[in-house]
């Protein structure tokens, strides 16, 4: 199975922007459906967006427009760039793929 590596978190003030990465170690990661998935505090974990082999995605409503997934099969990686963050944003960060297991996750917050 493919391993994965979140990083780029941290704390930003409301309205800033972030961008996560997901590195992933193993073969065949082109062939995977990947997603950013998180748990704030308090809260169940909620997919936050997807990204498909060929480049399709899907977003949840809360993000949408202000946040974008890509994938750079080349070099292995997802991404997740976040813009106009919010408090409501912060949470731990997960990236997982269809038939890999979960990262270790991130902890992004988003506070004055």
């Known amino acids: 199975q493919v391993q994965l590596v979140e990083s780029g978190g941290g704390l930003v003030q409301p309205g800033g922007s972030l961008r996560l990465s997901c590195a992933a170690s193993?073969?065949?990661?082109?062939?995977?459906?990947m997603a950013w998935y998180r748990q704030g505090p308090g809260k169940q974990r909620e997919l936050v967006a997807q990204?498909?082999?060929?480049?399709?995605?899907n977003y949840a409503d809360s993000v949408k427009g202000r946040f974008t997934i890509s994938r750079d099969n080349a070099k292995n990686t997802m991404y997740l760039q976040m813009n106009s963050l919010k408090p409501e944003d912060t949470a731990v960060y997960y990236c997982?793929?269809?038939?890999?297991?979960w990262g270790q996750g991130i902890q992004v917050t988003v506070s004055s």
């Open positions: 997982k793929g269809d038939w890999t297991n």
């Open positions: 193993g073969s065949f990661f082109s062939i995977y459906t």
């Open positions: 990204i498909t082999s060929v480049g399709s995605t």
